[in-house]
């Protein structure tokens, strides 16, 4: 049987997996890829001068996805564990290496861009070349036009698909009075490369979507003074930066910088100065405008035209029928992949390429033409631009379970994350022991919680835990025991952060006792509960801090030497403490994983809350408080917890002994907790053992699993 050909115009992702699929023998169609540059992969080559007018990825640009949600589903990223946020060179090279594993270079035609396409698929088409022996003849073109540098031909197709990515043509402003006639140099964000370009220079950086606070991020630490010029129209830093955390943005630590601003958008431009909506101005050495991009396809005429200026805000393909297929072509034979913003474009794709082949080969088939149009015509579609991105996790994903069918212990369940963690997990049926220190507190938690989500007799229950008693701990489990219930879930949640020098009962330091020996003991005792109720869970709320830890001090007399006395020298040997403390925390994860082994079913995890706004802080007078406008939401912090503790990706992958992160920056995340980055130490099989030693001998734990 004669096969299709499809023309797929574009060598990017969206390409390389169209072609995949269609050449998968699974359809019977046959591919040919035509891309415009001399490499594949599209975004993704990094271009070092910025002059390419493909590509806008920038040196340090690192994933927005995490990788094992960016793969294509049958070519996973390798080498890349365990951080889930990897570099535009790693990206390049699973593109090429997907399309050698696929031998998809046979379809692949460089250096050819497409110049215009009819209404019969005839497509013209200008190879260009250093030497015409570098021509491979096709038996089904016609050469139009040759000279020493390019040759154009016409070739006809049975079907066209059209892969050529939307962030080339850029987007700016045309309604900024003097635009244009400054004395300054402006650039797109597309052209953006490298933060050291603009050393020591003035920079606005105009939007701030993706790219704009991504930039402005990178800049601070080298630019003279960095000003992101932004619609909503507030002056105050911290609500301008709560706006940004809620609509998912992405902001990093160097936000705290001096020479970081916030400001209205641009009145007008004159000369060499540019004027703020807000009545202020400055000179700049230059602007990035970070305002996104147009999509562009001017190959297509008469009437496989398409237009964006007709439906929701210029955001819309008219008439594109579920965002694939040209509603004049009713047989599916021109074709549009990854159009909309708001998706994960690799693997739509992969699905979008699998519902243009069933089309084409007869397999499915699309409404009529004018039921099409009809369709398009009613669509509501929302009208906000978004970029590609998965639905942040939310409470709502948390499974409901049968009311009270399971049991969970909270440690520090009564404040911060570990009471919105309480919250959550009672509000989907979970019959929630309250463990921490103070019986009033508790109650208190209890109460709130109880009024919160409305359950006047939500499962709730008290017993009190000072995890730097061990006494403490193992009366708290006696107390556990003698309530005979099944035990499914336990948080070491509770975490404390001190600058002066305190010793526990065990004669320990106090961070170390708390963060870390009290859970241990905690742990260990409760090991058989857990291991009765299987499957079941155990979830290590750790810290970032645990990567500025060397390695845990097992020397005991210099572990236990008090703090030195000038506050400076307090606070880091406090925040060394801590950072051991919850290196302690990743450690006991790994090795008790290791020492439960691969086939149990008590998943023993470890997490990074993100920096939270909990009372752990406290304590920090100054740098508390200037850091606290670029901390997370207790709610949001608790959502790592959660998807931890409650996710079924966890048992259905069988993921145990990981350190999971909210995502790659501060504030919130814009998708959903991913595995992160450990310090090495923690992968060191033998100090682990070595830890566990030792927190056996301060626990006096006579036995251990
Ligand atoms: C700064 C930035 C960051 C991003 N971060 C992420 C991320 O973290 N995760 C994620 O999943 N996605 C991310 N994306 C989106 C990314 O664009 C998609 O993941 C994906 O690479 C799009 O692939 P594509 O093939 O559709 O388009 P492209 O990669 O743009 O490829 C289109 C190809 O078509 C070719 N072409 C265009 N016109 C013609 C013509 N007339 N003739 C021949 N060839 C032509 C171009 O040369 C190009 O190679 C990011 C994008 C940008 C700009």
Redo the contacts with the bound molecule.
Sequence with gaps: MKRIRVCI???????LGCARVLSSGEYNCEPTI????SF?????HYDSDGLSP?T???KN?K???PCSV?QFSDFPFTNIEPESYIGCKEVEEYLIAYADKFQLFKYIHLN????SIDDTFTVT?TIRFNSKNELIHRPHQTLLEENENYAVYSEQFDAVCV??????DTYMPNDIPGLNNQSFPIIHSRSYRDPDHYRDQCVIVVGAS??GVDICGELVSVAKQVILSMKEENNDLNFTIDCLRQSGKTLCTNYLSTNFSIVSPIERIDDDTVFFKNQTSIKPDLIIFATGYEYRMP?LQGKLQVDQTRLFQNRYLYPLYKQIFHANFPNGTLSF??VPYRI???PL?EFQSHLIARVLCGKMSLPSQDEMICEIDNLSLPHNRTY?CMPQYSFDEIPQIEPRSRVAIVTGANEGIGKVTTRELVRKGWYVIVACRNAEKAQKAIDDIRREINMPDAPLDFIQLNLSSLMSVRKFVDEFHERQLPLHLLINNAGIFGSEFESSECGEELQFTTNHLGHFLLTNLLLNDLRACIPSRIVIVSSGAHLNAPNIEFDDQIRRQPHPTSNVAKFRAGLRGYSQSKLANVMMCTELAHRLGPESKVYCNTLHPGVVKSAIWNNLKWSGRLMRPFMRTVDNGAMTTLYVATHPDIENNNIRGTYFVPSKTLPPPYCRPAIGKTNPITNDREQCQRLWQLSQRLTNLTSTI
């Design positions: 115009i574009g060598g990017g992702a969206s390409g035509f891309e415009q540059n594949i992969g599209g975004q993704w493909t806008a990825v920038y640009l994933t927005n996805l960016m050819t861009k497409v110049n088409y892969a050529n990515g939307h962030y080339s993706q790219s190959f992949l990854t994960v474009p690799f794709a590609h």
